[in-house]
């Protein structure tokens, strides 16, 4: 299943970089995901777009930009990070935004702050 | 407050079957899901259940109690590849992961 995809992969950046994610769905699903995964920490949801609108900010700290020029694309622009946003991020799609919708992740990209 | 729970590591034999449970305290319902994910790689989807009872899937199946808060992802003639974690979600208002369970399958 390639329907959700993102780059890079792998990401190492300073603590001064600014570096952006990416992440394409060729689904034609409506609603857009961005996850944070630590290691032994539960998958945290940062962000939820239906239809390009921003529904759903879970307290995540301003570093953390996301942007969605339109339904088949959605960036998360980093800033400032710090070694604690060290992670896997995953970018996740559904059809709609609500119900039993089944959310198709991305492989993900791997991060490390240094 | 919200909370999932389910064991951390399990470990079961090629061939055999394992149960892997999930309890929630959410401040409300609307289904929970079962992913698979092997280390390395994204989330996919295993199950949807909203409604009580057992949905059954090939060899994997999903029980769930909304009156328990109680849900169980079954596993039959396991083999090598189900080596895995294996998340528990319960969606309310939005989508709540727990940890994940990581299974450990003996030869």
């Known amino acids: 299943e390639t329907g959700v995809t993102q780059t890079p992969r792998h990401l190492v950046m300073g603590m001064t970089n600014k570096k952006s994610l990416k992440c394409e769905q060729h689904l034609g699903h409506n609603a857009m995901y961005w996850y944070k995964q630590s290691a032994k920490k539960p998958l945290e949801l940062m962000f939820v777009y239906s239809l390009e609108e921003r529904v759903e900010n879970n307290s995540v700290p301003s570093r953390f930009s996301p942007e969605c020029p339109n339904s088949s694309h959605l960036f998360l622009h980093l800033h400032t990070l710090q070694p604690e946003d060290s992670a896997l991020y995953l970018c996740a799609s559904s059809q709609e935004l609500m119900g039993g919708e089944t959310q198709y992740f991305g492989p993900g990209t791997r991060l490390l702050v240094l | 407050g919200q909370n999932i729970d389910q064991p951390t590591e399990m470990t079961a034999t090629e061939g055999a079957i394992v149960q892997i449970n999930c309890t929630y305290q959410?401040?409300?319902?609307?289904?929970l899901f079962w992913y698979q994910q092997h280390a390395g790689e994204a989330p996919t989807f295993l199950s949807y259940n909203v409604l009580d009872g057992l949905e059954e899937k090939g060899r994997f199946s999903s029980f769930l109690s909304r009156s328990k808060g109680y849900s169980y992802l079954l596993l039959k003639e396991l083999q090598m590849k189900d080596s895995a974690s294996y998340l528990c979600a319960v969606r309310d208002d939005k989508i709540i992961f727990g940890k994940g369970t990581r299974l450990h399958i003996l030869p």
């Open positions: 959410t401040s409300g319902f609307n289904g």
